[in-house]
């Protein structure tokens, strides 16, 4: 398996639709004047020995590290010990 991290620069928070339903955000993004940059980060493997839920959590680091280094700031979901 092999994560991507899209990252939406300056526009993530515009994006992101927590507290809408996916239609209404869809609604929201369609209607955005102007260009929406994303740059795809294609991410080293993971390891497919692991269960699914270790794996899912290995992707969501794997993202949140991409994601954070590219802003130059700390991971958004710090890693859970």
Do not use: F
């Not at 993004?29 to 899912?56: C, E, Y």
């Not at 949140?64 to 979901?77: D, F, H, I």
């Amino acid at each position: 398996m092999r994560p991507l991290a899209l990252d939406y620069g300056a526009a993530a928070t515009e994006v992101g639709w927590h507290g809408e339903s996916g239609k209404d955000n869809v609604l929201r993004i369609l209607g955005r004047k102007g260009t929406l940059p994303v740059t795809v980060h294609l991410l080293p493997k993971l390891d497919r020995t692991s269960d699914r839920k270790a794996l899912a959590h290995a992707a969501r680091e794997a993202i949140a590290e991409t994601l954070a280094s590219s802003r130059g700031a700390a991971p958004l979901y710090p890693a859970q010990r």
